[in-house]
């Protein structure tokens, strides 16, 4: 399961959680791509000039013959450090908008974290659950992470 970040702007309730951002963390392959154009569609304008002057800082260092082969490396490895961290300097920059972290969830995929986060909300803004018996004990051999109760053939 992957873990996603949950960020919620500033407003009423409904507002929050209408336009909450969930983000996937891990490497972003399209940041590691194209990062400007990656930049640029996510609205970080102050990032995507950063990532223009670096690239034509080091396209300027391949041409020349005896720093094509480190310009080149160090092209690579920006690329690869903007994967890595494209999805924090994206959360970074909607908290500079306003937004704050409302938690973490974890899902198989981001539709299944969207769901956990709208049950999580939900059961914040409802009713305290009623009090219920209490649980019966466990059964011999079972495991602690069954989730469902259905006995095991021996």
């Known amino acids: 399961m992957a873990s996603y970040l949950v960020l919620e702007p500033a407003g009423t309730d409904r507002e ?6 969930i983000l996937r ?3 972003a392959f399209l940041a ?5 154009l990656w930049f640029l569609w996510h609205r970080m304008w102050l990032e ?3 990532v223009l ?9 391949s041409a020349q013959p005896a720093y094509s082969g480190l310009g ?7 690329s690869a450090l903007i994967g ?3 999805q924090a300097l994206r959360a970074a920059a909607l908290r500079r908008r306003g937004f704050h972290d409302w938690g973490v ?3 198989a995929n981001r539709a299944e974290a969207e769901m956990r986060y709208l049950a999580e909300t939900a059961r914040e803004d409802g009713p305290a659950p009623a009090r219920s018996a209490p649980a019966a004990p466990p059964r011999p051999g079972a495991s602690s992470f069954d989730l469902l109760d259905v006995s095991r053939g021996s």
């Open 53 to 61: 002057a670096l690239g034509l800082a080091l396209a300027t260092l």
């Open 25 to 27: 963390d891990g490497f």
């Open 48 to 50: 995507a000039l950063a």
């Open 32 to 36: 590691f791509l194209a990062p400007f």
């Open 84 to 86: 890595l961290e494209a």
């Open 105 to 107: 969830v974890e899902g």
């Open 16 to 21: 929050r959680v209408e336009k909450a951002i």
């Open 72 to 78: 080149l490396v160090l092209s690579l490895l920006l």
